[in-house]
C-alpha cells in the first residue's frame, strides 16, 4: 500500500508538466496574430493624411539700424498689413518683442511706439497689443523687433513619411492588394490648407447673400415677355478687333 501510493506521488509531477506543455502549444494554436499596421492604414489619402484646423502664429520681424529710430516706408507698409490681417484673422493679441542690451536698444524703442501708432491706425485696439523685452543671444547682431499673432489655419502632414516599401519585399505585405502608398496624396492635402483663405471653408460654407431683388424681377419680366434676358452693353462693340487686315 505504500509503495503504491508513493509511486503516484512521483508520476504526479511528470503529469503536470505533460498537462501545461500541453496548454501552451493549444494556447498557441488559439493566438490571434499582431496588429498588421498596413493594414489599418485607410485607402483613402483624405482619411489617412486629414486636414486639421489649429492655431498657427503669423509674424512680421522689422529690422532697426542703430542710427535710425523711424520705420522705413517699406516697414510701415508691412505694419500697416500685419494690422490689416490681424483685424480679419487674429484671435489673439498681437506680441511685440523689443530687444534690450544691444547697439540698437535705443532706437528700437523708439521704433516700438511708431509701430504700436500704425498698429492702432490700422484697426488693431490699444489693448490687443502687448510690449515685452528680450535679450538675443548674440548681444552684437542686428536685433530685431518681433511682431506675432495667433491665427486660426489648416494643417496637413507632415510628408515624406515611408514606413513601407514601395516595391514587392517583406516589410511591405499590402504590395500585391494594389494599394496607394502610405505618403500618397499629403502633399496635395498640405497644399491645400496652405492655400485656403479661410480655414472655416473646409468645414462649413459661408452664408449666403441676399438675392438682387430688382434685376431678379427684371429678367423674369423679360422671359414672360418672351424677351432675351441677357445683359445687353452699348459699348461692346468697341473691344472688337478691326477687321482692317482681312
Same mark, same amino acid.
Given at each position: 500500500?505504500? /509503495?503504491?501510493?508513493?509511486? #503516484?506521488?512521483?508520476?504526479?509531477? %511528470?503529469?503536470?508538466?505533460?498537462?501545461?506543455?500541453?496548454?501552451?502549444?493549444?494556447?498557441?494554436?488559439?493566438?490571434?496574430? $499582431?496588429?498588421?499596421?498596413?493594414?489599418?492604414?485607410?485607402?483613402?489619402?483624405? =482619411?489617412?493624411?486629414?486636414?486639421?484646423?489649429? =492655431?498657427?502664429?503669423?509674424?512680421?520681424?522689422? @529690422?532697426?539700424?542703430?542710427?535710425?529710430? /523711424?520705420?522705413?516706408?517699406?516697414?510701415?507698409?508691412?505694419?500697416? $498689413?500685419?494690422?490689416?490681417?490681424?483685424?480679419?484673422?487674429?484671435? #489673439?493679441?498681437?506680441?511685440?518683442?523689443?530687444?534690450?542690451?544691444?547697439?540698437?536698444?535705443?532706437?528700437?524703442?523708439?521704433?516700438?511706439? =511708431?509701430?504700436?501708432?500704425?498698429?492702432?491706425?490700422?484697426?488693431?485696439?490699444?489693448?490687443?497689443?502687448?510690449?515685452?523685452?528680450?535679450?538675443?543671444?548674440?548681444?552684437?547682431a542686428l536685433a530685431p523687433?518681433?511682431?506675432?499673432?495667433?491665427?486660426?489655419?489648416a494643417t496637413a502632414g507632415?510628408?515624406?513619411?515611408?514606413?513601407?516599401?514601395?516595391?514587392?519585399?517583406?516589410? /511591405?505585405?499590402?504590395?500585391? =492588394?494594389?494599394?496607394?502608398?502610405?505618403? @500618397? $496624396?499629403?502633399?496635395?492635402?498640405?497644399?491645400?490648407?496652405?492655400?485656403?483663405?479661410?480655414?472655416?471653408?473646409?468645414?462649413?460654407?459661408?452664408?449666403?447673400?441676399?438675392?438682387?431683388?430688382?434685376?431678379?424681377?427684371?429678367? @423674369?419680366?423679360?422671359?414672360?415677355?418672351?424677351?432675351?434676358?441677357?445683359?445687353?452693353?452699348?459699348?461692346?462693340?468697341?473691344?472688337? %478687333?478691326?477687321?482692317?487686315?482681312?
Open positions: 500500500m505504500t /509503495n503504491a501510493v508513493s509511486i #503516484g506521488r512521483g508520476r504526479s509531477p %511528470l503529469l503536470s508538466v505533460a498537462l501545461a506543455v500541453l496548454s501552451v502549444m493549444l494556447g498557441a494554436c488559439s493566438q490571434t496574430p $499582431g496588429t498588421i499596421i498596413t493594414g489599418s492604414v485607410p485607402d483613402d489619402y483624405r =482619411e489617412r493624411h486629414p486636414i486639421a484646423i489649429t =492655431e498657427a502664429n503669423q509674424s512680421l520681424v522689422v @529690422f532697426v539700424g542703430q542710427a535710425r529710430g /523711424n520705420l522705413t516706408v517699406t516697414q510701415r507698409d508691412d505694419v500697416m $498689413g500685419l494690422a490689416r490681417n490681424w483685424v480679419r484673422e487674429g484671435t #489673439g493679441a498681437i506680441v511685440v518683442n523689443v530687444p534690450v542690451d544691444t547697439p540698437n536698444a535705443r532706437p528700437a524703442a523708439a521704433v516700438y511706439h =511708431e509701430v504700436r501708432s500704425v498698429l492702432v491706425a490700422g484697426g488693431v485696439p490699444a489693448r490687443a497689443i502687448t510690449m515685452y523685452h528680450y535679450h538675443p543671444v548674440d548681444l552684437q523687433i518681433k511682431l506675432s499673432y495667433t491665427r486660426i489655419a507632415p510628408c515624406g513619411l515611408w514606413p513601407d516599401d514601395l516595391g514587392p519585399s517583406v516589410d /511591405n505585405p499590402g504590395y500585391n =492588394e494594389n494599394k496607394p502608398y502610405y505618403n @500618397f $496624396g499629403c502633399a496635395n492635402q498640405r497644399n491645400l490648407a496652405a492655400m485656403v483663405d479661410n480655414p472655416s471653408d473646409l468645414v462649413q460654407p459661408r452664408a449666403e447673400t441676399p438675392a438682387y431683388t430688382m434685376r431678379r424681377t427684371e429678367g @423674369f419680366e423679360k422671359y414672360r415677355k418672351g424677351e432675351a434676358t441677357s445683359t445687353s452693353y452699348p459699348d461692346a462693340d468697341k473691344a472688337k %478687333l478691326s477687321d482692317a487686315g482681312k
